[in-house]
T-cell receptor
Framework: NAGVTQTPKFRVLKTGQSMTLLCAQD?????MYWYRQDPGMGLRLIHY???????AKGEVPDGYNVSRLKKQNFLLGLESAAPSQTSVYFC????????????FGPGTRLTVL | GENVEQHPSTLSVQEGDSAVIKCTYS??????FPWYKQELGKRPQLIID?????GEKKDQRIAVTLNKTAKHFSLHITETQPEDSAVYFC???????????FGKGTKLSVIP
């Protein structure tokens, strides 16, 4: 099993450009999450999904959109990138609830110039 | 929303000594209390968790204790080793919420 994978690993954007980050899991997990990690700020939840076709906002959703069309995939979109979105993005998944272990992907380092 | 604070933000210990990290939270409805470890350049990984019906849980050299009345829980690492050097995050959550709220992290350095 590959676990949780993220594509791409690194990306550099110019202000105003758009991009999509892909998260995939092969563990048949129901819950999926997108976090951003900035120095000294811990992990902050952007959006999450409790099942295929459902999404919800987390702590810092502004400037991001998500979709969960397939159970195994969770996409994070930036429509018009801003320098404040420079960060490391982690995707995670858990089996059936918030009480289950979250398994994290390797992260995507995004720089917006 | 949940307000989570971790103390200390950095901690240096000699190899073989014990380390304790404390996490305070604000939501009295929280009933799940995990700790995650993140090594430099790696992804976070769960190391231990506890539910609110249990006061303490041990797994070899690590333990978590919970004081629900005071709304704090702590990570204890005994006989520290260099490989324990990492950033540790608490992430309380549970009833009434689908999400966990991560603290800002504690950087633990174990000096050989």
């Amino acid at each position: 099993n590959a676990g949780v994978t993220q594509t791409p690993k690194f990306r550099v954007l110019k202000t105003g450009q758009s991009m999509t980050l892909l998260c995939a899991q092969d563990m048949n997990h129901e819950y999926m999450y997108w976090y951003r990690q900035d120095p000294g700020m811990g992990l902050r939840l952007i959006h999450y999904s409790v099942g295929e076709g459902t999404t919800a906002k987390g702590e810092v959703p502004d400037g991001y959109n998500v979709s969960r069309l397939k159970k195994q995939n969770f996409l994070l979109g930036l429509e018009s990138a801003a320098p404040s979105q420079t960060s490391v993005y982690f995707c995670a998944s858990s089996l059936t609830s918030q009480y289950n272990e979250q398994f994290f992907g390797p992260g995507t380092r995004l720089t917006v110039l | 929303g949940e307000n989570v604070e971790q103390h200390p933000s950095t901690l240096s210990v000699q190899e073989g000594d014990s380390a304790v990290i404390k996490c305070t939270y604000s939501d009295s409805a929280s009933n799940y209390f995990p700790w995650y470890k993140q090594e430099l350049g790696k992804r976070p990984q769960l190391i231990i968790d506890i539910r609110s019906n249990v006061g303490e849980k041990k797994d070899q050299r690590i333990a978590v204790t919970l004081n629900k009345t005071a709304k704090h829980f702590s990570l204890h690492i005994t006989e520290t080793q260099p490989e324990d050097s990492a950033v540790y995050f608490c992430a309380p959550g549970g009833a009434g919420s689908y999400q966990l709220t991560f603290g800002k992290g504690t950087k633990l350095s174990v000096i050989p």
